[in-house]
């Protein structure tokens, strides 16, 4: 079945990092792929996205690109702030039969960044 | 905020209890969906709904239950409750019954603890 991996964390870092989070997935056909984020406390929050191979998702300075050949999705930002401190999960749509989709997580990564 | 209203936020309850958490959709989302993220198996997809009708199932136990009203809320039952279901509960919604590029919103969860 579908399976996304993506790197375990937590990740510290310090404000102005250049942030890397590793992501890969399994499955048939041609996802879709997300990553989400979700701050304390709250829920998650749809970052960026990618719907084809070749795709750059970028959202408040992070930027995923889908790579088809390598089955990867992963997430970077150029200079980290307190405020990026949540957990991020990377996820992929994909086609489940009939008319439906379903919607599959990692397992999320910490990512904590100190002033 | 993302539109999605969960009750109650949290909850404690005794083993073999059952509860029933609640979801309001974003205005105008016929879908909804049920997650359960736990420590230990992140973020498992439950349960949709789409417009009234049980759309795809996931790692849904029989214990539990779903079911979307004529109103478009939706409920979960959590029956024969045991401590291994203590976890965070998340519902999600989207317009449409989730195509490839479905963005689906998600609610700031119900945190169960069952001691």
């Known amino acids: 079945g579908d399976s996304v991996t993506q790197m375990e964390g937590p990740v510290t870092l310090s404000e102005e990092a250049f942030l890397t989070i590793n992501c890969t997935y399994t499955?048939?056909?041609?996802?879709?792929l997300f990553w989400y984020v979700q701050y304390p406390g709250e829920g998650l929050q749809l970052l960026l996205k990618?719907?084809?191979?070749?795709d750059k998702g970028s959202n408040k300075g992070f930027e995923a690109t889908y790579r088809k050949e390598t089955t990867s999705f992963h997430l970077e930002k150029g200079s980290v702030q307190v405020s990026d401190s949540a957990v991020y999960f990377c996820?992929?749509?994909?086609?489940?039969?009939?008319?439906?989709?379903?919607?599959?997580f990692g397992k999320g990564t910490l990512l904590t960044v100190n002033p | 905020d993302s539109g999605v209203t969960q009750t109650p936020k949290h909850l404690i309850t005794a083993t073999g209890q059952r509860v029933t958490l609640r979801c309001s959709p974003r205005?105008?989302?016929?879908?909804v969906y049920w997650y359960q993220q736990s420590l230990d198996q992140g973020l498992q997809f439950l349960i949709q709904?789409?417009?009234?009708?049980?759309?795809a199932k996931g790692n849904i136990l029989e214990r539990f239950s779903a079911q979307q009203f004529p109103d478009l809320h939706s409920e979960l039952n959590l029956s024969s409750l045991e401590l291994g279901d203590s976890a965070l509960y998340f519902c999600?919604?989207?317009?449409?019954?989730?195509?490839?590029?479905?963005?689906?919103?998600f609610g700031q969860g119900t945190r169960l603890t069952v001691v």
């Open positions: 999600a919604s989207s317009v449409g019954a989730g195509g490839a590029n479905t963005e689906a919103f």
């Open positions: 499955a048939t056909g041609y996802p879709s």
């Open positions: 990618a719907t084809k191979a070749d």
């Open positions: 996820a992929l749509r994909s086609y489940s039969g009939g008319s439906n989709y379903k919607l599959t």
């Open positions: 205005s105008g989302d016929l879908s």
């Open positions: 709904y789409y417009n009234g009708e049980e759309r």
